[in-house]
């Protein structure tokens, strides 16, 4: 191999390697918790030293900050892009928004957080408010909009928007934490996608003017 080669090659790996050590941060803080998880059995799952963990996350918490960053916050930015779009009909986009958001929930990834900030938040608040300010409070503005755009319209009865909004996200965070959770005590696999197509349906009817006549 020329060393123009390894130089590239190495330059590959080191770009990916904070991706790797988050993905190896996430497995710990879900599998041991937040507080028992330890920045050297982090660096041992990614296959690194403990030395090269500080080369780019000074604490545990950055690297809590980090994920939150570049996996839900990334997440929310998309749905965002979904709700922009003023070509689609309000109660079109609640439909995408929770399909885009009810599959996310199964991403072995995104349905770690719920349960991880639950266990976790009380003894660390920070975590808790981290999650809260970028993936909650940005998803339920998100569905406030649209949902407030629906009433404009007439689409949607006048009710409160921002509690609506928390009305069609708090399933879906249930799901993630049933999965997490109580799944493995189950005869079968929890049924995401049926759980979220008849949350769907049973959402919008209570929202939509004139949908129980």
């Given at each position: 191999m020329s060393e123009l080669a390894r130089s590239q090659r190495w330059q590959r790996r080191k770009d990916a390697r904070p991706a790797e050590?988050?993905?190896a941060a996430l497995a710990e803080f879900f599998e041991k918790g937040f507080a028992a998880a330890r920045l050297e059995d982090i660096a041992a799952r990614a296959g690194v030293s403990k030395?090269?963990?500080y080369l780019y996350f000074a604490s545990?918490?950055?690297m809590f900050e980090a994920l939150v960053q570049t996996i839900p916050k990334a997440n929310v930015e998309q749905a965002r892009v979904i709700a922009a779009d003023g070509s689609v009909?309000?109660?079109d986009l609640v439909r995408r928004l929770l399909q885009f958001m009810g599959a996310l929930m199964g991403d072995e990834r995104m349905m770690k957080f719920p349960r991880l900030i639950i266990s976790?938040?009380?003894r660390f608040p920070k975590l808790a408010e981290t999650y809260k300010r970028e993936v909650i409070s940005r998803g339920v503005g998100i569905f406030s909009t649209v949902i407030e755009?629906?009433?404009r319209e007439g689409v949607f009865r006048d009710v409160d928007a921002r509690k609506a909004a928390y009305a069609a996200i708090a399933p879906l965070l249930f799901s993630a934490i049933w999965r997490t959770t109580f799944e493995r005590f189950d005869d079968e696999p929890f049924d995401t996608q049926g759980f979220v197509a008849q949350h769907i349906e049973t959402f919008l009817r209570g929202i939509k003017r004139g949908a129980d006549t």
């Open positions: 050590l988050l993905d030395g090269t963990v545990k918490e950055e009909p309000a109660e976790d938040g009380g755009r629906g009433i």
